[in-house]
């Protein structure tokens, strides 16, 4: 046990060994029941006699702060107050370091008016957030593969990762995968991520500076904003319309803002899913190959198509190495695997991988192994086919529900395929202030100010995940809505 | 299957369906055996008529690279040359952006010299590298765990993990097993993180700019000087000696560098195995408090000593809120958990929190949970103690190999616990060299080169894991070493 001794203190030693031991029972970081060392373990430890630590026990004892079983030891006493005290951070004045941090930071403006949690949570809450139905993830499977990997490789199964990209093999089996999906990407220019959050931080880990700026779609993915904000990334948005990005203005302010990067997902867009048109696509790639902008394609649910044509990956319309194209297994398997890719090549490729390993070392070697195992072009295809027939019926009881419960002033583009319905409010109503209603009615759903560069923007619009529920659970959710669409009317 | 369509082009679309078709086939992307979508699927998916895509077909098919199985389908033909051709960067321009990544980017000096497989690779290597002994693990208890998170928790197991700090409870058990060694940390103040080196990086996104300059030990964790490298930081070095950084020079480079960061590790320091004496800490303490520079205290193995008395951890010295503390349970347990964590006090641990955040978003819940029920106070300290029984008797088995086989020329510091043991080379001798014929007489090392910010100044150092390896395999890999010592001086 590790106490800091200040031998040329005016406290005597046993007293500061007993102060040390207090304070960290007080706090709760010694816990009830935790046996404290022998004196003679303790004493020889510390290079102090052994009558010292024994005044020391002595003392705590007989506060009762600790106590003697006869022949087993010493151990700390259940707690006299009620549980571990919440540390009270204003008693503390910090390092001047510490004070500048405090100001400025990208905060949440829900925290304030909805993070708070509700006065009365609804017993049945009925939730559109979220990713993909976790009852759809294939875990028995998967778990059986996973245990599979742990008989076979034991010990290996719980080693470092492969520090340079990840495992070859599960590299070409997302090379297999994404060929299957008309995505063209050879497996050395493949990296595996823990996710495809950190993917989105290496890219931006490698091209950008602080007080760089980058064009985003409007709305766009929450996280992706927040680590836009975390990197003091100077963030330009574009427009979406229902055919995406709205590309016409993409030159303009190419011009005006010299972005050092292009972050899109072109399909069944986070959060309005929308998909990027064709004729988008190639100005799209016309326009960066001529300023000389790097794309970063997030095709977080590309497979996700209910109807509609497919249409070409910006990455297969680009010239090689223009194209940065990020995708996860978490969506259509399981976020919980963590387990993300990124495609890109040229010298770029390198720069991501050292990136990669200066982050984390390497992502989980049993969760790659188990991937691995897991994932055949035939199983990601079965299970494909049955997500998309089931997500489709889900979007349509939506739009139904939508449709039934819904006034027409609230404005809903029916998506193609993806996990999400988009909504816009009349002028001047807000769907945070519509949010704290529908969960008092017992619904949730996704405030569209997260979505919006500037939160004030979004604040007409909601997400809607239409992925997690049944079409029961769905229709009855959006009547709740309806009905504290109509409190939020009768409130002004 | 979203192939690129260009109606507008001269190519017929037949023919760009079969030159993507062809493409993906030649570059291994579309594997062997895949099956292709039906002719009807795949016209109406792109929007074609039938005939065109059996016109794609049948040009393929005649050239060998598909075949059709009557009733079953249209696959990809096994490949007539070997295997996926590796990508020839040289021979695509990239585009201008990319082109100005190839310059810079610390480059690791081992690439030219060692990296290189050895020309004929050894049969019974004897590694004196890696960390912890793979052997030692609690492999089998841990998957037990495993299995029965995965059997309670189903699929929650395999859902996003807490994206607010990591668990709660495995918060607490971390404060209980700091607690155990002495350390106070309140659960409201541990960041769990995937993996310490995660914790280092999150630490730089907080407080450091590109440009700023960070105080290390010289020598001092080369994925650390990765890191540091990668964001561009300015690497100031302070020298050890047996007692640890030579604090004393603290002050003059305090005032001349003005370093936003002090990164050490005071415990059987890594590479050199040294431990920063108390009175040292104390002029630490004094000085970063004084000259308001937080410090970084990474104790990867603080708890591994083997004899000697133990000494406060700098955090413990420091007012609440100086000191960032990181610890890990790769080392002691298993480095595949990808499991560390941080300990911060004051605004900049929220700050931490979203860094976290928006890196991975989350670390794997299913490890989370499996390390929360797997680790008690009990089972880690007498995993602990296992621990130091067995690497003590390695570093004693090392220390006298060393005597024995090495010439006095070679200087060693013994150390008091942790992994390493560190050896100095006479001047004008190179650790780099010397790898190359370690290699051949069958026994590796880690050459000094990576652990110092100049990599020249550390070419006569080497660094020997005594952990890994049986007492009788360290005294035979030292008996090789002595050889492959012999052999560098004949060279000359």
């Known amino acids: 046990m590790r106490i800091p001794l200040d031998h040329t203190s005016d406290v005597p030693l046993y007293r500061q060994i007993e102060n040390y031991l207090r304070q960290n029972i007080r706090s709760g970081s010694l816990a009830a029941e935790t046996r404290l060392p022998a004196t003679r373990e303790l004493a020889q430890e510390l290079g102090v006699s052994r009558i010292t630590v024994n005044n020391a026990y002595a003392e705590l004892e007989s506060d009762g702060l600790i106590y003697t079983v006869e022949g087993s030891g010493t151990y700390v006493a259940p707690p006299l107050a ?15 370091w510490q004070q500048e941090l405090t100001t400025g930071g990208g905060d949440d403006p829900e925290l304030g008016v909805v993070a708070r949690p509700s006065s009365r949570p609804h017993p049945h809450l009925i939730a559109f957030t979220g990713v993909g139905d976790p009852h759809q993830f294939p875990v028995d499977d998967f778990f059986k593969v996973l245990k599979q990997i742990i008989r076979e490789k034991g010990v290996t199964a719980l080693a470092y990762g492969n520090m340079s990209g990840g495992y070859p093999t599960l590299r070409e089996t997302v090379a297999h995968v994404l060929a299957s999906q008309g995505i063209q990407a050879n497996p050395a220019h493949i990296l595996i991520t823990s996710g495809s959050q ?42 979406l319309d229902e055919h995406g990005m709205q590309v016409e203005m993409l030159e303009y302010l190419l011009q005006k803002y010299h972005p050092r990067l292009i972050y899109t997902i072109p399909n069944f867009q986070n959060p309005s899913g929308m998909c990027l048109s064709g004729a988008r696509r190639r100005q799209l790639v016309t326009l960066a190959d001529q300023y000389n902008v790097p794309v970063l394609e997030d095709d977080f649910a590309g497979d996700l198509r209910y109807n509609g ?8 319309l680009s010239p090689p190495g223009q194209v940065i194209y990020i995708g996860t297994f978490s969506k259509i398997l399981m976020p ?8 890109a090549e040229g010298p ?9 390993r200066v982050h984390d070392l390497a992502t989980s070697a049993l969760m790659q192994h188990a991937l691995e195992r897991y994932v055949t072009v035939g199983r990601y295809q079965a299970h494909l086919r049955r997500s998309c027939r089931l997500y489709r019926q889900r979007r349509d009881a939506m739009l139904a529900a939508i449709q039934r419960y819904l006034p027409a002033e609230i404005q809903v583009i029916p998506p193609q395929g993806g996990l999400f319905i988009w909504l816009r409010l009349p002028e001047n109503k807000s769907s945070l202030e519509l949010l704290v209603l529908a969960r008092a009615e017992g619904v949730d759903f996704a405030p569209g100010a997260r979505f919006f560069p500037d939160f004030a923007e979004g604040d007409p619009y909601l997400r809607l ?7 029961e659970a769905i229709a009855e959710g959006i009547r709740r809505l309806a009905i504290a669409w109509q409190r939020l009317g009768d409130s002004r």
């Open 309 to 316: 044509r497919s249409l070409p990956a910006i990455k297969a």
């Open 336 to 343: 919980g695997l963590r387990i993300g890719f990124l495609v």
């Open 198 to 239: 950190q993917a989105l931080a290496l890219v931006c880990q490698v091209l950008l500076q602080p007080g760089d700026a980058i064009l985003v779609e409007k709305p766009t993915y929450n996280f992706a904003l927040e680590l836009f904000r975390s990197l003091k990334l100077k963030i330009v948005g574009i427009p």
């Open 348 to 356: 770029v490729f390198s720069r991501l991988v050292t990136a990669k």
């Open 465 to 471: 995940n239409f992925a997690t529920q049944t079409p």
């Open 82 to 96: 009620l549980s571990t005290p919440l540390v009270d951070d204003t008693a503390v004045t910090y390092p001047l």
